[in-house]
């Protein structure tokens, strides 16, 4: 049968009897045991009371490899707020020059690290700055974070960029239904002033403010509409 290709004889850690071993990765263990209650009894030979390092409460340790250990706690979460406690500030941080713990593979990388993730927004904010930013004095489609030259306003209307245009709101874009109606004139639209009844509008016959189409605009005056 398969089950006897890893099978051997050891020698029970408890009561030094010799038994057979059915389980690969058994015979790998330092400690063997040929029964349960032989692993109990052989578990308290070893056994130590001891204090814990965080909460100073006594506790038993079964592990004959942890009793050698100069530092025990009695749970994870003590362990864990213990090795808070004793962490060595290696670190320091630029922005707040506050010092904090870092793994030392972690130092050799030679970029720099910050105690929080708000310093080290701040380091970012402060490095793209100005003419420290790879993209500085870059607009529109030159600058690799531009998206399109298209979108959709607030109130509906598609939008077209176009910064030197002189109907352009203060991001570069124009109303593509403006755009239309001069190149179909052949002539800006007129415009005095904001707010100004002599302004030139156009109108969507169908007061769908997506259908651009020129059979669909009507030319108008802002105190007309």
Known sequence: MTRTRFSAKRICSGCNNEFTIYHKKRLLNKDVYCSRECKSKHKTLFSAKRICSNC????????????????????????????????????????????????????LDGSKHHCSKECALISARDRMVGENNHQYGLKGFLNASFKTGERISTYGYKLIYKPNHSRRQYNGYVFEHLLIMEKHLGRPLKFIDFN??????????????????????????????
């Open 56 to 107: 100073n409460n006594e506790f038993i340790v079964w592990h004959r490899d942890r009793n050698k250990l100069k530092d025990v706690c009695c749970s994870t979460r003590c362990l864990s707020e213990f090795k808070i406690k004793n962490r060595i500030l290696n670190a320091t941080c630029p922005v707040c020059t506050k010092k904090f713990h870092m793994k030392p593979h972690r130092l």
């Open 196 to 225: 100004n009844k002599d302004n030139e509008v156009c109108h969507h016959i169908d007061r769908n403010r997506l259908n651009n189409d020129i059979n669909n605009l009507k030319l108008m005056t802002l105190g007309s509409t």
